[in-house]
DNA sequence: CGCAGTATTGAAATTTCTCAAGCCGAGTGG
DNA sequence: CCACTCGGCTTGAGAAATTTCAATACTGCG
């Protein structure tokens, strides 16, 4: 049994997919409860344990309750790439669902806490009710969209600005999830890890680190991301968070209260 | 009225995208047919026009006939970010079936015929048919591994190996299509915006070039793209098509077959 | 022929990486 | 309670890679 994991843990994670999953803006109150009636078995990882290595054929899907999972290729050299990051609400291999094969493998950064749900009832609800199947395609798409800007962030931009934006995206979604508390989220990531993500060497990452910390933007110590001047940073970053497609913010934040006041 | 564009084009563009939908594995005779009755209207877009661009909200989605077209990000500096390609058969921004604002633009890389689809046309499609709407899902999700392998493209190769794979996956993408003749593809890029897709400055592809084609593994002219050694070039790119997830390799050749012998 | 866009080259300037060493802080055991 | 250890962070300096700049070829086309 699981003991971080504790039942207002994962309802809780589950207000936060479904504010997402509402972002559809189709979703009745039937198909939300069909959303909560998926029986799920729970798994805690360890730090850096993985969920779903790449090669496998999974037939489950994973929704994080707590701590922070990562996508990753594995190069034949052994290199690794980080390719996404995924907190609280977050189903980070949906994509599983209709490919069959993972081309990437999904690891706990620290302690998790995940739920697993079985494909075929997911496929099954996707037929029952086609507007959570909408919703869910539509967060993988957001997931392609945070993909396509890890593609212009890591090919076109400065490292400062590089690792700037970086820190937004993060921070701004911990922040949608309620997970932001003055001013800081987690972000379990040492700096050889964040060089695996941002195509840098991790003396560059230290580097880097040092003039935004400089220039009071933001830190990150101890796997935990302090941002002391957001205006700042998001405009050292030129961060624009259209990509992340949150249209109906009314929609998100009444869910966080809700989940905040839990 | 579009010039090049002829019935038989749209034909055998339609017939690479339902082999490309087949991979999902549900899709009935009805299903195909379904789609093959969708009404698209023709448009041809002169090199270097947008089909969309960044902020609009698109209610068509496009499907390309012939050329090629490019998904690309536009930074505040004005520069360019090319995310990724896409040739006949391709439906390039199905994601804006779901997310209602394009993150990036779609452009024409050389002359391209493109048919225009209505998105509720489509929406109405997935609803009555979910095994269409699977299979268009499951389209929108090989793009997401083609961006993921481009994040690793960009962050965690060298020059060469860089340079090596993309053409790997651009030739590999080609002859799927059937648009590969005796080692050769079009890549209508020019050694700038081959810099712009995979984040390096137009000198370094220039020399990263010249060390392909001195190995004889590949070489680009004038919009060409000309393999020499296939074997080679995707050992020295260690390139490992599964991401493209090509499941089915039989209703794909069978369905190409069927194109080239039209 | 000459133009425009593209490709190529050389060399300097800059960035980034590698290597090697020292530092710091948390946790451990004497 | 303190020395010790381990992992991660920081620093400096030389090596290597990459970009920038500037000039020169090449190519297809009017």
New interface residues.
Partial sequence: MPRKSSPSQYREALDLLLAKMEQ?GTLTAADEAAICALRAYKRSLAPGEDAVSQGERPDVAVFVIAGMLA?Y?T??SG???Y?SLHIKGDMPDV?SL????M??SLCALDQAEIAVLPHNQLIDL??RR?GV??AF??L??????I??????N????SHVVRLAHFFCEQYFRAKEAGLATDGSCSLPLNQSELG????MSHISVNRTMQKLRKERLADLRSGRLAVSNWAGLQRAA?FDP??L?I?KISAVSQKRFRTERR
Same sequence: chains 1, 2.
Wanted: overall charge positive; some cysteine; glycine content about 8%.
């Fill in positions: 559809h996508r290729h190069l034949p290199d690794r790439q390719l994509q209709l490919l069959t094969i081309d990437h996707c037929l086609p199947g909408f395609w539509r993988t798409l957001v997931d392609a969209a993909f396509r800007q890890a593609i212009t890591n090919g076109a931009r695996q993500a941002l195509g030129g259209t990509y497609h249209d």
